[in-house]
């Protein structure tokens, strides 16, 4: 990881090893790419071309030109494996809070987001690492939330275990809850309140269902009516027990629930 004037330059090497049985390995090293970022967070890929075929995916024509390519599954990888540790960054990701380690997020990404984004240098800076991760993978997340994740840090929420944490929030939104309220956003349970939510949004998933369900019996009420009428009004009855047709959409599903039968979710 370096710098060439104002550009922040990530460099791949491949590393080399010629080893044969009673002689001395003879290393070699070839640099096959390099990842290119100006000052406003744009990306440029130079190397060696790729070739296709094989088992493996990390092959080049050594012989290419080192030119500008379309970035590829490959040269991502690579920029995301071992770092060595003479790590030279621009004095813009350094002023934006870079020290020296990218926290096991992919470098090109984090220099990208501390070039352009003002959330991440935000997160960068308070030492918000989870969710400077979460922003690097997910930013529209971290965008949409972001007054709730303010008011959760003046709050003194830690943010541990952010992917559930973001999942809860949603869940909350989903159900219609502020989120902008301390107790709710920052609860000293996360498992446990996203427990508590899970439940309750599937009640109301299958209470949406089955309402969903029975407006669209609702409109299908003239086939309904088609097969049904003629044993409207049915009733038999021996004085003790009485036996009656069903005549209306509603009475199936309020029969069924307080059954706990099918008749109504079935469609009988």
């Known amino acids: 990881i370096t710098t060439k004037e104002d550009y922040q330059v990530v460099r791949m090497w491949m590393l080399l090893s010629e080893m044969r049985k009673g002689a001395k390995a003879k290393p070699a090293y070839l640099e096959i790419g390099q990842y290119w970022i100006d000052p406003q967070g ?10 296709l075929g094989g088992y493996y995916f990390d092959t080049f024509a050594f012989c290419s030109p080192f030119e500008i390519r379309r970035d590829n599954e490959a040269f991502w990888r690579i920029a995301d494996e071992w770092v060595y540790p003479r790590i030279k960054v621009t004095d813009t990701i350094k002023r934006n809070g870079f020290k020296n380690s990218t926290y096991h ?44 994740i303010k008011i959760a840090k003046r709050n003194g929420y830690k943010f541990k275990d952010v992917g559930m944490w973001f999942d809860y929030i949603k869940m909350l939104e989903r159900m219609g809850r502020d989120l902008n309220s301390p107790s709710l956003i920052a609860p ?9 939510y899970v439940a309750k949004l599937n009640r109301q998933r299958i209470k949406e269902q089955r309402e969903k369900e029975r407006q669209q019996a609702i409109e299908d009420k003239a086939k309904f009516e088609e097969l049904k009428s003629r044993y409207f009004g049915m009733a038999l009855t021996d004085g003790e027990i009485e036996i009656h047709s069903i005549d209306t959409i509603d009475d199936y599903y309020k029969i069924g629930e307080s059954q706990s039968i099918c008749c109504g979710t079935a469609k009988y």
């Open 42 to 51: 744009r990306k440029t890929v130079i190397g060696l071309q790729r070739t």
């Open 105 to 148: 997020i992919h470098p090109v990404t984090l220099f990208q987001q501390l070039l352009s984004n003002p959330k991440a240098e935000t997160l960068m800076k308070s030492n918000e690492i989870e969710l400077l991760r979460h922003l690097c993978h997910h930013p529209a997340d971290v965008d949409k939330y972001w007054n709730t």
């Open 188 to 196: 000293q349970d996360l498992k446990t309140s996203h427990d508590i």
